[in-house]
């Protein structure tokens, strides 16, 4: 059965900070692994994507997710915070059909100056 | 495009009441999914659709129903309402398998 965790419901940086969220995943099939955001009373939005190819994928924002298979991972990271990325991240993977998606539970994340 | 959308925004019901979500897309997308998300427990998959006439259940399908006679609409029933169903419901949609889901706003639903 396909299953997200993500360690850490809550991340606090300081602006210019790297940022690291970490999502560990198990998956019956090969997975494919997303990062969304939402920013506070707003829908969510991807980041980023991995389906096939390159492990290192980059996203929107500056952000960038690495795929490790030996590892069941797909941390989000980001060089340099910015006080606008201060959201809930969520990590997820496809079910096995690749027809909708399993959600961790979520990392808020807060920037501060 | 409008992409994903969702009706009501906001909805109070009484215990026992029922009500339906409604969800369209006008992509043409094949994968429809409902999702209820908690605070601390993230966003959970409640039932989906891989095409008209096609709903399978999600990981907490108790208490909801679907059905999907077209391929732009996916509502998502509630027949007795109860207060563990308070959440934010949001309705996403994709057009090929393994790619990334389109979420509606979502639906704020209190249930006194």
């Known amino acids: 059965a396909q299953s997200v965790t993500q360690l850490g419901s809550h991340v606090s940086v300081s602006e210019g900070a790297l940022v690291l969220l970490r999502c560990n995943y198990s998956?019956?099939?090969?997975?494919?692994l997303f990062w969304y955001v939402q920013y506070p009373n707003q829908g969510l939005q991807l980041l980023l994507k991995?389906?096939?190819?390159?492990?290192l994928v980059k996203g929107i924002n500056g952000f960038e997710a690495e795929f490790k298979k030996s590892e069941t991972s797909f941390h989000l990271t980001k060089p340099s915070a910015h006080m606008s990325d201060a959201a809930e991240y969520f990590c997820?993977?496809?079910?096995?059909?690749?027809?909708?998606?399993?959600f961790g539970k979520g990392t808020t994340l807060s920037v501060s100056s | 495009n409008a992409g994903v959308t969702q009706t009501p925004k906001f909805q109070v019901l009484k215990t026992g009441q029922s009500m339906t979500l409604q969800c369209a897309q006008d992509?043409?997308?094949?994968?429809m999914s409902w999702y209820r998300q908690d605070p601390g427990m993230g966003l959970r998959l409640i039932h989906y659709s891989v095409g008209a006439g096609i709903t399978d259940q999600g990981e907490v399908p108790n208490g909801y129903n679907v059905s999907r006679s077209t391929t732009e609409d996916f509502p998502l029933r509630l027949l007795s309402a109860a207060p563990s169903q308070t959440s934010v419901y949001f309705c996403?949609?994709?057009?090929?398998?393994?790619?990334?889901?389109?979420f509606g706003p979502g639906t704020r639903l209190t249930v006194l």
């Open positions: 996403a949609s994709s057009g090929v398998a393994g790619n990334e889901q389109f």
């Open positions: 998956s019956s099939v090969p997975p494919y």
């Open positions: 991995y389906t096939t190819g390159a492990t």
């Open positions: 997820a993977v496809s079910n096995q059909a690749g027809t909708a998606l399993i």
């Open positions: 992509m043409n997308h094949e994968y």
